[in-house]
Each structure stands twice: as C-alpha cells, then as structure tokens.
C-alpha cells in the first residue's frame, strides 16, 4: 500500500483549486464558515484524507457556481487523529471559539456519536456519512448521508444472502469471523442472526481486536472449517491480511466477503479476485447518471492521483462523503437560511438528490431506505453485481 503523502495531498488541492473559475464577487458579507473534524492522522486516516479531497473539491466548486446565499464558503477542518474523545473536544472549539456558522460530520461511527452530543448540546444540525449503527443516532437534528436504512444489521445481511442465492452455486455452510470495531461487530452479528435464519449451517465464528495484524491463526480455524462462505467483517487492511494468511497455508476460501475493506488493495491483491463487498456507489452505468457522478468521478480521480493516494477510484467513502454536501447545500438552499432548524426542518420534509441515489430523511432515526448493493472484485476491479438493475453493464457475481 502506497503511503499517502500530505502535501501531495494540499499540492493537489492547491492544484484544483486554481483550476477552478470563481465567480468574480459574492453578495456582501462575511464568508459562511462550515467545520468539521477529520481523521487526517491516526489508524483511520487513509479514509480520512479521501474525505478531507472531497470536501475540498466541493467547496471549490460550490464556490464556482456561486457559494451559498450569493456567499463565499470556507471549510475549517481540523484533525481529530482517528480519536472520539478528541473529536469532541474540537467540535466544542469549531462552535464555541471559531464561531462556524454550519457543521459537518467526521469520519467513522465513534467520532460522528462524539459531534452528535456537541451538535445537540448546541441545536446545530449535523450531516455525516458515515455512521454504521442507526439505532445510536438519537438526536432529532442529525442527517445520515450513507443509505444503510435504520435497521441495517437485518437489511444488509438479507441483501447479501439474497444475492448468493441468486448465485449459481449458494452457499449452505458459512464462517464468520470479525473485528471487533464497533460498527463492524454491529452488522457481523447481525449477519449472524440472518444467516441462521435462513438456514445456513455456522462452522465457525472468531472474533478478532481491531488493530490485529496477526491472521495466521484465524486463517487456520477458517481452513479447518471448510465453509463454503467466509463472512468476514473487517475494515481497511484487515481483509488483506487474512487472505494473505490464507494464501501462505494453501487455501483459498470457495467464497468470501468482506464489509469494509480497503477498496484499492483488495483490486491489487491476486488472492482479492472474485471477493464481494458492500456499495452505494462504482465508477459504472447506471451511478455515473446521478447527479454529479461523472463530473466527480472525473475530477476525484486527477486529484487523488496528484495527491498520491492508496486508491483513486470512486466508492462508498468518497460517494457518501460527496453525498453529505450535497446533504448540506441542498438543506441550505431549500430553506433559503443558515438557521439550523430551518434547514433541518427541511431535509425532514423532502427528499434530496445525491450522487448515490435519492435520499429522505423521514424514517426512524432520520433514516431512510437501505440502499446498500453487492459489489465483487472482477478483473481487478469492484463491480456491482447485486441487484440487477444495478450491475454493471454484462456483469454478473462469480463463484468458484
């Protein structure tokens, strides 16, 4: 995995930033300042730097098609180093000191649970895009830009059992093994429950610390198993791990599937081929007609390459990150204010139109639909192959 370069990473907003054609003036009045915090060092801050170059993109561009209000949008962004408690702390600061006007979420469930307290101590709205347990988010004012519906830990596990029975080969034994991250451990067991539901026969269920690196052991207890499916719940570089400590004692799971793995080694990796996944969001028909989609997948993909970074594709990161501006622009206009309970009254009250699909925001929770889709690594790329209507073109899920 290529280390991700920070000044690459300003170098390359530096970069587009220039390339974009502001408005030659915005309506009178100070600029509108939006802050947020996200984990640009720490364990998770491979996916944070994707969020921090989307969140630059769309600022620039918002700017370029005239700001918000007729008024120019500055970004304050501040690095909470993959830890909650900090997070919290500089929400206090972003509200308290530097006085922003809007808020956006962090990155990752237990830094968005941190700001949520803040956002509700102060009656701010908070839109995130990532937050992987519904059910925790009780504040009437927060906006979820990653579709996982409020029940995900049924929804998510149903969807991909439905898309391996449609398969040619369903699978009827299954091990589980998982990290044991909150949000991960959250739809493992909810995978769990689902998969004896429908009838397949558990061998084996592991857990692992987050921040285990040593899979040689869980790879074995997997070997001796001898499922016909591995649900694995990891996140970022776990998964790769495990199939190289597959690899080294000559097995190779007849079916795999992961929740959150890194996206770009997981295509790299010869052993990643034919692994499945969960999607909102592939750079393919019929995402790229969404509003947006091929405009930002053009532009993410120059820019994360200046910068450097491990992949430079769009997916579920970057699209619900996307998402969640679009989440906050549109809450803004539609209101026609920077009034936190009128924008949060109106994204209640109508449904918005995202790179990924359209959202609403009148469920339990503030949740809307589970728009979750199967995607699988095919020819050293993620494909959705489930459902259909979302497959890539002539692509359908592979079993070995």
Same mark, same amino acid.
């Given at each position: ?51 921090? !170059?989307?969140? #630059? ?27 909650? #408690? ?12 530097? +006085?922003?006007? !809007?808020?956006?979420?962090?990155? @990752?469930?237990? @830094? ?27 504040? $009437?004012?927060?906006?979820? @830009? ?13 969807? =991909? ?32 429950? =689902?998969? +004896?539901?429908?009838?397949? *026969? ?11 690196? $040593? ?29 190289? /400590? ?33 999607? %909102? ?13 091929? *405009? ?15 992949? =430079? ?18 809450? =803004? ?5 920077? #009034? $936190?309970?009128?924008?949060? @009254?109106?994204?209640? /009250?109508?449904?918005?139109?995202? %790179? ?13 639909? #589970? !728009? ?10 993620? *494909? ?17």
């Amino acid at each position: 995995m290529k280390k991700i370069d920070r000044r690459s990473l300003l170098t390359a907003t530096a970069a587009g930033a220039a390339a974009l054609v502001a408005p030659a003036s915005f309506a009178q009045g100070a600029p509108i300042r939006i802050g947020s915090t996200l984990a640009l060092t720490g364990p998770l801050s491979a996916t944070g730097l994707t969020h921090k !170059l989307v969140g #630059d993109i769309y600022i620039e561009q918002l700017n370029a098609r005239g700001g918000l209000m007729g008024r120019k949008v500055e970004w304050l962004v501040k690095d909470d180093q993959s830890k909650p #408690d900090l997070a919290r702390t500089l929400y206090e600061q972003l509200i308290t000191a530097d +006085k922003v006007d !809007l808020l956006m979420g962090p990155y @990752a469930t237990g @830094a968005i649970l941190s700001a949520m307290g803040v956002a509700q101590r102060y009656g701010k709205v908070l839109v995130h895009h990532t937050f992987g347990i519904p059910s925790l988010a009780k504040y $009437d004012m927060h906006f979820p @830009a990653w579709s996982l519906g409020p029940t995900p830990q049924t929804t998510v596990p149903n969807t =991909v059992f439905d898309a391996l029975a449609a398969s040619p080969k369903p699978p009827k034994t299954i091990a589980i093994v998982t990290s044991k991250f909150p949000s991960i451990h959250f739809l493992s067991l909810g995978g769990r429950a =689902v998969a +004896k539901q429908r009838g397949l *026969q558990e061998v084996l269920f592991l857990e692992w610390e987050f921040g285990n690196r $040593d899979f040689g052991p869980i790879a074995a207890r997997v070997k001796d198993a001898k499922p016909d499916l591995v649900w694995i719940g990891d996140i970022g570089l776990e998964g790769n791990m495990l199939l190289d /400590a597959m690899k080294k004692i000559d097995y190779t799971p007849p079916m795999n599937f992961h929740l959150y793995p890194a996206p770009g080694p997981m295509t790299k990796a010869p052993e990643g081929q034919g692994a499945m996944s969960l999607t %909102i969001f592939e750079e393919h028909q019929p995402f790229l007609s969404n509003p947006g989609g091929a *405009q930002f997948v053009k532009v993410f993909n120059e820019r994360a390459a200046q910068a450097k970074l491990a992949d =430079v594709s769009v997916e579920t990161q970057a699209a619900a990150s996307f998402s969640a501006w679009q989440i906050l622009e549109a809450g =803004v206009k539609g209101a026609n204010s920077l #009034d $936190d309970k009128a924008i949060a @009254a109106w994204l209640k /009250a109508n449904r918005v139109d995202t %790179i990924h699909g359209r959202l609403r925001f009148d469920g339990p929770s503030n949740y809307g639909d #589970d !728009l979750m889709k199967i995607k699988q690594v095919q020819g050293g790329k993620w *494909q959705v192959v489930w459902p259909a209507q979302f497959a890539a073109p002539g692509v359908k899920l592979q079993v070995k």
